[in-house]
Nanobody, 115 residues
């Protein structure tokens, strides 16, 4: 089992920044891919960004490329999503995910971007 706890959501004006953190515990993450997903009201959950724990290789959804940055702190078992130039359409609940043979989810954190 992997336990994931997100933090850092909140309310911000368009053009602002937020930093989300996901603290992981319970398993060694060396084989895992860590991801940030989001789900807006009435929409499907979508992948925003992912990072391979072993080598730090990253990937992003087209909608956030150049604005969001995913990183990991191996000393703290934490995944960070730095979100800059936020837009109202980024408003959603953001979920942390750990995926290897199984998939684990955090409880989610609300991000609201006002226009």
């Amino acid at each position: 089992q992997v336990q994931l706890v997100e933090s850092g959501g909140g309310l911000v004006q368009a053009g602002g920044s937020l930093r989300l953190s996901c603290a992981a515990s319970g398993r060694t993450l060396s084989s895992y891919v860590m991801g940030w997903y989001r789900q807006a009201p009435g929409k499907e959950r979508e992948l925003v960004a992912a990072i391979r724990w072993s080598d730090g290789n990253t990937g992003y959804a087209d909608s956030v490329k150049g604005r969001f940055t995913i990183s990991r702190d191996t000393s703290k078992n934490t995944v960070i999503l730095q979100m800059d130039s936020l837009k109202p359409e980024d408003t959603a609940i953001y979920y942390c995910n750990a995926r290897y043979r199984n998939s684990y989810w955090g409880q989610g954190t609300q991000v609201t971007v006002s226009s």
